[in-house]
């Protein structure tokens, strides 16, 4: 073999491969799975997201990165861009919600804690996309004077009211790294806000979701569909999905504390400490007996 065939072949395994359309389905149900994340590790630190019919169009990428499909219900799973099919199956990961059941729920006595109103040094962002990340988490540590009122009864955001937006809400637990770990829901908690509208709250009366003694994550993930662009000039969809910034946008607050992370290039990363301090999100939660 010579060496200019040799280096031809170098050449060839680093080229891009052109634009791959794909459908992602449940492995067992052959249902659509809708809403996946899906990150590109190695290229362009690409973020997108499947649309409700599971259907994605990956941008030209390098060969040798890798995609990461990550859905509330199923394992993650990654796999090389030339592995890529036409149609992709998940395994569902269910989880076993009895592991977070206390008793049973008389919803008597409430508890809010971290009030979006007492928030301080806050700021409108945290919107996805444009090469960022798409999921955004903060951890929410346990105190013991929830164990009077241990479920979650209600989560609130404060959001930026430009357009109507669709957005999907991840509890998650905590690993022993202090990351962001396995769901404690099976499904997608999908939250529509309309235009105007200030505040998203979230409704949780109805499950037997607590926060553990390791505490907790709730991720927002926005999902990048053409109804969630900032951007809502006539465009043309002329570019690939991961170019656009998606809303909505939620109210940030600078701590002293390290509790922000976001999800990108198939895992979880820290907040970067600025000069004021770490952000995050502001969540307010409303805690019930």
Known sequence: MTKVFQLLLVLLSATAFAQIKSTILDGTTKDPV???NISVQGDKNIELSADENGTFTLPEVNASAKVVLSAVGYANTTFGVSEIKKIIFLSSKPIELDEVVIGNKKG????????VKKAKQTFMGAGGGTNGSLLHATYIPYKEAYAATPYIDKIRLKTGGDFSYTFNVRLQAVNEDGSPGDYLHNENILVKI???QKYADIDFSKTHITIPEEGIFIAVEHIAIKENRL??????????AHLYAYGPTFLCEIGEDQRGWHYKEGEWKRNPKTEKGYSRFVIELTLTD
């Not at 951007?231 to 690939?240: A, E, L, Q, R, V």
């Open 231 to 240: 951007s809502h000039y006539d465009d043309g969809s002329n570019f690939p």
């Open 34 to 36: 809708p809403y996946v």
């Open 108 to 115: 008597e006595q409430s508890l809010v804690v971290n009030p």
């Open 194 to 196: 309309k235009k105007g």
